[in-house]
């Protein structure tokens, strides 16, 4: 009696100190949202009112019911739409000198065919209430998986403000990782450092890395010098390496106007070829009905066929093959020599660009006022989950193990087919003790029961 007491403390402690753990760790999120409570997303959410929007939105948990119960996420619900949905923060987000971490949950519960399926973070200038949030509405960043086409992308997009112009511009990732299109719960998750080098993460494996500085198209840093548009080329200048040899002349056996194809000359029409025997003749074979009335049906012929023995003998016109002619050469033109008076390729003098600078640290984004979804996708049901920002990477790993991973396992298990390959040995192997354990899960359930309730006796 006295172990069963130490144990069920040991339970309760253990318990608390999980829980304190817990919000310990929310602490450190900057922002979190788990779409699971539907007042919640109607107090804090702003869905667009412009008219080319979609306000067919709603807190719900899958079409199949094939994750953890009870959890629900933001689906867009129509196809063939825009969406424009934003939550507003609390307060900036100030990323200066601080490592960052943008993370949420996608599925796609039908094939995905065509649009996007990013978050937005919205900029920190004055812009709309949310109700006409679109397009145009201004933005840091942009994360996430873009498909249609050709396009097969997850974008990162940072629209940086030129400190000489004041000018505001898009600078995409190179090489950006593909989507991951088939219908299980997949996180999307990028890491900036304040080293400026940023790594894209889907479910937890890294799968691009780069740097801010480098990684970017175009370059957020200018060129130190530019061309001068205002030095023309001299008039003089020849920049043309080789011309047509002047002395050249067309050789004699050259006939630039013979055919390219020619007939065989070396073949032979066959004896056994007749010219006048027509490829279709009356069919030899053919009997005229017995019921043919001549005066009332009119003159009974055979149907026309093809003549097989023209196969074989030959029939109609004969005519060589077709060759390539040994003596086409097609237009002649001198060669090439080096040109005597080439002085080089033209290039304008280089000047210092007026616009120059050089920002050292570009993981020090503009503030951030909001978090959302600006899309157009021909794809419907489509459902976002669990949007996390935060600078701590101990906080996103935790919420990860108890959102993503628990729902990732269950989906695992009754999905295998779209986790291994069918030419897999495993696959087999995996699916047979899935469809056992299903037919037989309440057997199994009572054995692990019986097992641990011994080792709880023993252990007593």
């Not at 299980?184 to 890491?191: E, N, R, S």
């Not at 899935?434 to 359930?445: A, G, N, Q, R, T």
Request: with cysteine; proline share 8%; glycine share 4%.
């Amino acid at each position: 009696m006295k172990d069963c007491k130490l144990l069920l403390i040991s339970l309760i402690f253990l318990n608390v100190v999980l829980i304190n753990l817990s919000f310990c760790y929310d602490s450190e999120l900057f922002f979190y949202e788990s779409f699971d409570d539907a007042e919640e997303f109607e107090k804090n959410w702003i869905v667009s009112e412009n008219e080319k929007y979609s306000s067919a939105v709603s807190i719900e948990e899958p079409i199949e019911q094939d994750g953890v119960p009870g959890n629900k996420g933001l689906v867009l619900k129509e196809s063939a739409k825009h969406y424009g949905i934003v939550r507003w923060f609390d307060e900036p987000l100030d990323v200066t000198d601080k490592e960052l971490f943008i993370q949420y949950s996608l599925k796609f519960q039908e094939e995905l065919t065509c649009g996007g399926a990013y978050i937005k973070l919205f900029s920190d200038e004055e812009c709309e209430t949310g109700k006409e949030v679109n397009g145009d509405t201004p933005y840091v960043l942009m994360f996430g998986p873009d498909k249609c086409g050709n396009t097969n992308k997850v974008h990162f997009i940072n629209r940086y403000r030129n400190p000489m112009t004041d000018e505001i511009k898009e600078h995409h990732v190179v090489d950006p990782p593909m989507v991951e299109p088939n219908k299980l719960t997949h996180i999307y998750t990028i890491q900036i450092k304040t080293d400026n080098r940023f790594n894209f993460y889907i479910d937890e494996d890294l799968v691009k890395s780069g740097t801010l500085l480098e990684h970017l198209h175009p370059a957020v840093n200018p060129p130190k010098e530019i061309y001068d548009v205002n030095d023309p080329k001299p008039e003089d200048w020849v920049d043309e390496s080789h011309i047509p040899d002047p002395d050249a002349t067309k050789p004699d056996y050259w006939d630039e106007y013979a055919p390219e194809i020619i007939a065989d000359p070396n073949m032979v029409k066959p004896d056994s070829w007749d010219e006048d025997r027509p490829y279709y003749i009356p069919d030899p074979n053919a009997v005229k009905p017995e019921d043919w009335d001549d005066e009332l049906d009119g003159d009974w012929e055979a149907p026309i066929v093809y003549d097989n023995e023209c196969d074989i003998v030959g029939c109609g016109k004969w005519e060589p093959t077709m060759i390539e002619n040994p003596g086409y050469y097609g237009p002649w033109s001198p060669p090439l020599i080096e040109n005597p008076d080439f002085i080089g390729k033209w290039e304008p003098r280089k000047i210092p660009n007026p616009n120059y600078f050089h920002d050292e640290h570009l993981h020090n984004f503009r503030k951030m006022n909001g978090i959302g979804i600006e899309i157009w996708t021909m794809t419907k049901d489509i459902l976002f989950d669990d949007f996390i920002v935060t600078h701590n990477r101990e906080a996103l790993d935790m919420l990860t193990q108890s959102t993503f991973v628990e729902t990732r396992s269950i989906e695992e298990t009754m999905h295998p087919e779209l986790v291994y390959q069918e030419d897999d040995p495993i696959f087999e192997l995996y699916s047979q003790i899935s469809l056992y354990l299903s037919k037989h899960l309440s057997f199994v359930i009572i054995i692990i029961s019986i097992i641990f309730f011994f080792v709880f006796i023993v252990s007593v």
